[in-house]
């Protein structure tokens, strides 16, 4: 496997992380890194503490992006 690169091990290095941060604070750190030269996503994962085997705490949702997802529908 390839070594990291710069970037790579000067990110990892300014986010210490054992310690937890706040959405905003989190944003904000991720903002001050300098950009890549690729499009960039961020993945955010949380935990709800819902029991999904009870009706009544099951997630269901939709959510309509800003910008839309660059596909057309067509029927």
């Keep these: 496997m390839s070594a990291r690169g710069k970037r790579y091990d000067e990110a990892r290095a300014a986010i210490d992380r054992e310690q937890l941060y706040a959405p905003a604070e989190a944003i904000r750190l991720l903002k001050e890194f300098p950009d890549a030269k690729f499009d960039e996503t961020v993945e955010a994962h949380v935990r709800l503490g819902l029991n999904v085997r009870h009706a009544d705490q099951q ?4 959510l309509m992006l800003p910008h839309g997802t660059g596909k057309t529908m067509r029927v």
């Design 59 to 62: 997630l269901r949702g939709t």
